[in-house]
């Protein structure tokens, strides 16, 4: 293989791949629908990358079929051109979770599932690894605010750290050394049809961890697990479980714990991200870092220094005055988490959101769940759906979210392009904008607004 060529270029999860072949002297190259910023790092680091889908602007050294793999991302439709060059000529094309899969084959991966929690969860044991004595390579879904990028290499340690996508069950191409898994709330049901079939995939999850390997599931999942002979299974939770927290003090912007482990219990732990939430993923993420490893004060001073990733809990502005955050929460499960965790932080005061609910699938199936979580905010303001990859279902909108919002909360629905003008009109103390959209495009312009005022 002398070049990889990836159709869906700018994805976070394929962006980390393409830096991951960069760093090996391949040729890579790729399409995707829109430049970003994430594209044009990419460009700069040295990828031929095109916003065209036009098999003429391949480039050549990308159409030699013997030395060439082709991946490409699940939420391309079958009717792509390139994509059907590709197949037509007898490419070899993989889906990114297949080339992760190979990865986890030949190295020691320790990977993180669930609904919520992967992608912080994931960053955290990253982090924790690479600033230990163990080091590890990380494919990651979102950007460290520590390392300012979603990969991470380091070609003597023999850990991958992978965040386990269940989308389109993508996960079971993975053969994890250890996972965890952070939830199980139905999601995805566009691909999975019911929540059985979603538990189920999970359950099947749990049986590609490799003997000798390990297993750390959340207290409160409702899926079984079945892993194979020879798997250490462990249970974690806040407060209770083979792995938990102990002797939890919050209080003036800080939260520290104890670690409470069958692999040796550590005192006195910073939150380097003072989060409510950040309590459960650092749990996870400390117990991977022990069965890797790396010791008890790496594992103190790495969770210390953990910033955190863009867009979870990621603070734009923090006042006395003025609270400004994005947090990616989509599903109705972390967004009550994300809620509950900034009651935890900003006790008594009055917390906003402005939601973008993304795909009208998880809408059509989840509204009366949204409405619900949504609900114990002070006050709701919600835009137009994000569509992603689906077109408009008739009856669907944020309207009917809108609609089963409990009596006497504080609620609006604005279009998208009009927050800027409605921030302005309105006086915030604590303001998140929640969702997995491009409404947070405009947290630059919400905080100068703040600011001003």
């Given amino acids: 293989m002398k070049s990889v060529y990836f159709i869906g270029a700018g994805g976070i999860g394929m962006s980390a791949l393409e830096r991951y072949f960069l760093s090996k002297g391949l040729v890579v190259a790729g399409y995707d629908r829109t430049s970003c910023e994430l594209t044009e790092e990419l460009r700069a680091e040295g990828a031929d990358i095109h916003y065209e889908d036009n098999p003429d602007l391949i480039p050549e050294a990308c159409k030699d079929r013997d030395n060439t793999l082709v991946v490409y991302t699940p939420a391309i439709p079958a009717t792509h051109k390139e994509l059907t060059f590709f197949r037509e000529n007898g490419f ?124 750390i599931l959340h207290r409160n999942l409702k899926m079984k697990a079945n892993p194979q002979e020879g798997v250490r299974v462990y249970t974690y939770d806040r407060i209770e479980g083979d792995f938990h927290a102990d002797n939890i003090r919050i209080g003036n912007g800080r939260i520290v714990l104890d670690f409470v482990s069958p692999l040796g219990n550590i005192s006195d732990i910073e ?39 863009d867009r979870r809990f990621d603070f734009a502005l923090k006042t006395d005055k003025h609270v400004l955050l994005s947090d990616y929460a989509h599903h109705p499960a972390e967004i009550k988490q994300s809620i509950l965790s900034l009651r935890e932080v900003f006790n008594g005061r009055k917390i ?102």
């Fill in 92 to 215: 070899d094309i993989q889906k990114r979770a297949q080339v992760l899969g190979t990865l986890t084959r030949s190295m020691k991966g320790l990977c993180v599932a669930g609904t919520h929690g992967k992608t912080t969860t994931t960053s955290m044991t990253a982090h924790l690894l690479h600033e230990s004595h163990v080091g590890c390579n990380a494919f990651l879904g979102g950007i460290t605010k520590n390392y300012g990028t979603n990969y991470l290499l380091d070609a003597k340690s023999p850990y991958v750290v992978i965040e386990a996508d269940e989308f389109d069950r993508s996960f079971h191409h993975l053969r994890p050394y250890a996972s965890v898994i952070t939830a199980t709330d139905a999601d995805h049901l566009d691909i999975y049809g019911t929540e059985e079939a979603y538990l189920e995939s999970f359950r099947h999850y749990t049986e590609l961890i490799q003997p000798g390997g390990a297993l």
């Fill in 271 to 309: 939150l380097g991200v003072p989060v409510s939430i950040n309590i459960e993923n650092g749990i996870a993420a400390m117990a991977l870092a022990q069965i890797a490893g790396a010791t008890p004060e790496e594992i103190r001073k790495g969770m210390l220094t953990f910033t955190g990733v």
């Fill in 352 to 453: 906003s959101a402005i939601f973008q609910p993304h795909l009208y699938t998880r809408t059509r199936d989840f509204y009366k769940d949204f409405a619900d979580s949504l609900s114990l905010l002070d006050e709701v303001i919600l835009t137009e759906i994000y569509p992603a990859r689906e077109k408009p279902i008739p009856g669907i909108t944020s309207q009917i979210i809108y609609d089963n919002l409990r009596p006497g909360i504080e609620k609006h629905i604005i279009e998208k392009k009009d927050i800027p003008a409605f921030v302005e009109s309105e006086d915030f103390d604590v303001l998140v904008v929640l969702g997995a959209g491009d409404a947070v495009d405009y947290i630059p312009q919400i905080k100068k607004i703040l600011e001003s005022k």
